[in-house]
């Protein structure tokens, strides 16, 4: 790119006040670039069949990693993502795989998924997983992480072993600019509700797209809700809010029902499932049931993840529902 030197094209002057009006472009990360670091598949596989043989036959070492991984990864307008993710034995360097990737990094969060193995260095049954997996960008001192939780499955689609991944980088000039420049921007003031006073900033969730995925019309005044995970149990946790008021904070969510009774106090109600992690498996998912005194009920299934919350609208029949 080339910049004029011509002040009347672009006065420096008028920099500060750009770059106020530009918060947004401030706070976005570029994660282009190689990343370094480790895969673990130690918690997950000790309890899967076929996985023991790793640590028997001096593959896998007890209390170490599973594997290095590397990421070199492209980043485009808008947050796409392309690149490639090499997995690589720890005992064995000369041992690992590539794939090229395709994701996107938005709220602070890389998501990914593996297109196709380019390359496999020694003959492994089923070969190197294909995976996809959620990853946090964090800053500790001087270096850059992504950090997040492996999903994988092999090339006949059984699941493989899930893993923890975390990889670095030495902290880039950038994003390092960025940094000091957040923390010298004096704090935002709280906006003032009608009612008054000054409320809190909006939490994280508010700053999630809302996707309303389904409507359920109630005959009734108030409904039961149960909430469960139905399909891999992979650690999701959740947190549920009716009508903007959190009903459910932090709540991990397994095969055991969890319920609660609700009013509907307004003729259209909202009920909106926010992720709290993506589980081993993204997106965060939950089964949601709705059931009336009269013995009806519904089952959804909502998916959540770190950009936008599902959510199911529950209208009173009498207010105008049809079934």
Known sequence: MVVSQDKRFFPMRF???LLLLSPTLLAQIDLSGRWEGVLDQTQDAQTMPGYQQYWENGV???GQPTHNVVYTLQQTAGGQISGTYQIITRTDPEHYGIFTLSGRFAANCLTYRTDRRTKQTKPLIGGFCFNEAGLVHVVRGDYEYLEGNWSGWSELGLRCASATVSVRRPLTEQTRRQQQILAAKPPMKPPVSPAGPASEAAPLSDRRQLEVTDTYRSASDSVLIRYWDDDHDDGDT?????????????QPVSRA?????ITLSQPTNTLEMFAENLGRIPPNTASVSVTEPNGREQVFTLRSNF????AIRIVRKEDGGRR
């Open 257 to 261: 029902k969890k319920e609660l009774v």
């Open 60 to 62: 896998w070492e007890k």
């Open 238 to 250: 959740i947190s549920l809010r009716w009508n903007g008021v959190w009903v459910v904070e932090k």
């Open 307 to 310: 950009e936008q919350s599902a």
């Open 15 to 17: 920099l500060p006040f």
